[in-house]
């Protein structure tokens, strides 16, 4: 089995700054894609940034300039460098990975359990 652990998030004003952790562990052979998905009150799930294993990045046109993903693919870990929040990054953010286990031969989806996220105006 894969556990994935967020950390960081919290309580901010608005412009301040959170970095989010993400570690996996389990009997992990390799990590692919990595990313970071927020739910806000009332709204669906949305991706906010991915990475692949060779650090390729993408995000949300909404947190571009404001938001760093990055990953350490030696601890297993994923970050999520938020700078300038806003009220509007209000939520719970998830970590996701694609895992290939010693179990497996490809890879599977897992998701952490989620991390607070609150900006206040």
């Known amino acids: 089995q894969v556990q994935l652990v967020e950390s960081g998030g919290g309580l901010v004003q608005a412009g301040g700054s959170l970095r989010l952790s993400c570690v996996a562990s389990g009997r992990i052979f390799s990590m692919n894609d990595m990313a970071w998905y927020r739910r806000a009150p009332g709204k669906q799930r949305e991706l906010v940034a991915g990475?692949?294993?060779?650090?390729?990045?993408n995000y949300a046109d909404s947190v571009k300039g404001r938001f760093t993903i990055s990953r350490d693919n030696a601890k297993n870990t994923v970050h999520l460098q938020m700078n300038s929040l806003k009220p509007e990054d209000t939520a719970v953010y998830y970590c996701?990975?694609?895992?290939?286990?010693?179990?497996?031969?490809?890879?599977?989806?897992?998701w952490g359990q989620g991390t607070q996220v609150t900006v206040s105006s």
């Open positions: 990475i692949t294993r060779g650090g390729s990045t």
């Open positions: 996701n990975a694609d895992v290939v286990t010693y179990l497996t031969t490809k890879g599977y989806q897992y």
